[in-house]
């Protein structure tokens, strides 16, 4: 079993920043594919961007394309997702998840086995 803790979320102004973070334990971190993951009130989860488990391929929604940042580190088991230029269509709950040695289709929701609870972001024009 992997548990995925998301945290960084909160209420932010249009055109602000937010880094959330994504704490892993309970396997080797290293194995996993992670992936970011948002949900709007009344609309179905899609996928933010997401990172292979070697590091080395990233891929993102075209809605997020120069705005949000993947990055891993592997010595503190976690995952980030630096959120720039926030928009209010950008207000959800984002989700982190995991698949263990992922490295392609990291967009696809259902090949991800592990999911956090989940942090709120609100974005307030």
């Known amino acids: 079993q992997v548990q995925l803790v998301e945290s960084g979320g909160g209420l932010v102004q249009v055109g602000g920043s937010l880094r959330l973070s994504c704490a892993a334990s309970g396997r080797t971190f290293s194995n996993y594919a992670m992936g970011w993951f948002r949900q709007a009130p009344g609309k179905e989860r899609e996928f933010v961007e997401g990172i292979s488990w070697t590091g080395g391929r990233t891929s993102y929604a075209d809605s997020v394309k120069g705005r949000f940042t993947i990055s891993r580190d592997n010595a503190k088991n976690t995952v980030y997702l630096q959120i720039n230029s926030l928009r209010p269509d950008d207000t959800a709950v984002y989700y982190c998840?995991?698949?263990?040695?992922?490295?392609?289709?990291?967009?696809?929701?259902?090949?991800?086995?592990?999911w956090g609870q989940g942090t709120q972001v609100t974005v307030a024009s």
């Open positions: 998840a995991a698949v263990e040695y992922g490295s392609s289709r990291l967009e696809n929701r259902s090949r991800y086995e592990y």
